[in-house]
């Protein structure tokens, strides 16, 4: 069984940028969450998606959008990037209906200088 | 969400039991209360959840208090590996399949051998 997989593992920014993290669910798993972890901090839930359409939103800017494929893999893209995006981002993939353990990917180190 | 308080720190020694404490005062019915670890530059990993009895899985048990309002976490035999950040965490099962996770800060456990 496949775990969670992140990509890229460090990415450094400049402010006013665009970024895209991809993610790929573990093998038989629907749904995928996203969370930023700022240093210090517990991770905080940016969105979930289901069957290829967001399920449930934190509280974050519009400038955070999301996708999902057939295949069940996802996509975190974060437009015009602050300081404060500096970050930990982790994805999480679950089963919906099952009895909602998450799985979490390694992350990604994003840098915004 | 409902809120959990967990202490900032605890230490113990190798090969005793750990006891890690939960408060969760406001929880409801339909909340179940999940346990997550994360290990130093990795993401977060599922130990354990339940609803009113107590749990046992190979990684750990969890004690829930009769009235709910607290619940402990036991690691029956302390490695080094399991130095990490503890987070307990409420789910509302009638969320459905929008189930995110609210982390706080949790607990930090440190080892000594």
């Known amino acids: 069984e496949t775990g969670v997989t992140q990509s890229p593992t460090h990415l450094i920014k400049t402010r006013g940028q665009q970024v895209t993290l991809r993610c790929s669910s573990q093998?038989?798993?629907?749904?995928v969450s996203w969370y930023q972890q700022a240093l210090g901090q517990g991770p905080q839930f940016i969105f979930q998606?289901?069957?290829?359409?967001?399920?449930g939103r934190g509280n974050f800017p519009p400038r955070f959008s999301g996708l999902q494929f057939p295949n069940y893999s996802s996509e975190l893209n974060v437009n015009a990037l602050e300081l404060d995006d500096s970050a930990l981002y982790l994805c999480?993939?679950?089963?919906?209906?099952?009895?909602?353990?998450?799985?979490f990917g390694p992350g990604t180190r994003l840098t915004v200088t | 969400d409902a809120k959990t308080t967990q202490p900032n720190s605890m230490e113990s020694n190798e090969e005793e039991p750990v006891h890690l404490p939960c408060n969760h005062s406001?929880?409801?019915?339909?909340?179940?209360i999940h346990w997550y670890r994360q290990l130093p530059s990795q993401g977060p990993e599922y130990v354990i959840h339940?609803?009113?009895s107590n749990v046992n899985n190979r990684m750990a048990s969890l004690a829930i208090a009769e009235d709910r309002k607290s619940s402990t976490l036991i690691l029956h035999r302390a490695t080094l590996r399991d130095a990490a950040v503890y987070y307990c965490?409420?789910?509302?099962?009638?969320?459905?399949?929008?189930?995110?996770?609210?982390f706080g800060k949790g607990i930090t456990l440190s080892v000594r051998p």
């Open positions: 406001t929880i409801s019915g339909t909340d179940y």
């Open positions: 093998s038989g798993h629907n749904t």
């Open positions: 999480a993939s679950s089963r919906a209906g099952g009895s909602y353990e998450q799985y």
């Open positions: 998606y289901y069957r290829e359409e967001e399920n």
């Open positions: 339940g609803l009113t």
């Open positions: 965490i409420l789910r509302d099962t009638n969320t459905g399949a929008n189930s995110k996770l609210t």
